[in-house]
C-alpha cells in the first residue's frame, strides 16, 4: 500500500531524474569537450605540413561536429528551396569551407592552451565554458555548445565572446543570397570561389 508519505517520496524522486539525466550529459558534453579540445590543441601545435594538419582537422570534424546540422541551420529558410542536388553540393562545400577556414589560421594559434569551465544544461543541448590562451593575445572565452550530450554529444555552434560562429554564418549566406536574388547556385559559386582561393 502506497501511503503519503512513500507517494510524496516517490514525487520527489520523479522530479530529480530529469536533473540527474542532465547532469550526467552535462559531465558527459565536459569530458567530451576535453577530449575534443585536447586534440585540436595537438595539431595545432605538432610540427608537420599544413597539408597534414588539415587532414587532422578534418578527421577531427568529421567526428565530432555536426557539419551537415550546422549547414542546414546556416543556410536557413533556403534549405527548403533547394534541390536535392543543391543541398548535396552545398552540404559538401560547407564542409570543405569549414576545414579551410579553420587551417587557414592554424599559424596563428601556435603555442595554444585551453583551460576548462563549467557546464551547463541549456535546453536539450550542453553548454561548455573554456577559456582560450594563445601567445600575445588576451585569453578569449569560447563556449561550446553540445547537441545529445548524454547519447552521442556533437559540437553545433562554437560561442566566442560572446558571437555565435553559426548565427554570424548564417547571417552572411542570407545577405549574399538576398543580394543575389535567392539564386542557390550563387552562394555554391561563391564557396567554391572561396575554397580555389584559399586553397
Not at 66 to 84: E, M
Not at 89 to 110: D, R
Not at 112 to 128: C, S, Y
Not at 150 to 156: F, G, L, R, W
Request: hydrophobic share 40%.
Amino acid at each position: 500500500m502506497i501511503t503519503r508519505r512513500n507517494s510524496l517520496t516517490l514525487a520527489a524522486f520523479a522530479a530529480l531524474l530529469p536533473f540527474s539525466a542532465r547532469a550526467q550529459g552535462t559531465e558527459r558534453a565536459s569530458a567530451f569537450v576535453k577530449d575534443v579540445g585536447d586534440k585540436l590543441v595537438a595539431v595545432v601545435n605538432a610540427p608537420g605540413s599544413l597539408a597534414v594538419k588539415r587532414n587532422q582537422m578534418a578527421h577531427i570534424i568529421d567526428s565530432s561536429v555536426d557539419v551537415d546540422g550546422i549547414g542546414k541551420f546556416c543556410l536557413g529558410r533556403y534549405w527548403r528551396q533547394a534541390t536535392p542536388e543543391q543541398k548535396k553540393q552545398y552540404l559538401t562545400l560547407f564542409h570543405e569551407v569549414l576545414v579551410t577556414s579553420i587551417t587557414a589560421k592554424l599559424g596563428e594559434y601556435q603555442g595554444v592552451t585551453f583551460t576548462m569551465g563549467r557546464g551547463k544544461p541549456q535546453d536539450e543541448e550542453a553548454v561548455v565554458s573554456t577559456t582560450v590562451e594563445r601567445p600575445n593575445s588576451p585569453p578569449t572565452t569560447v563556449d561550446w555548445i553540445i547537441s545529445n550530450p548524454a547519447s552521442n554529444p556533437k559540437i553545433i555552434d562554437v560561442v566566442a565572446e560572446g558571437t555565435s560562429l553559426r548565427l554570424t554564418q548564417r547571417s552572411d549566406y542570407a545577405s549574399y543570397l538576398s543580394h543575389n536574388n535567392g539564386t542557390i547556385d550563387a552562394l555554391i559559386a561563391a564557396m567554391k570561389n572561396q575554397i580555389s582561393q584559399s586553397g
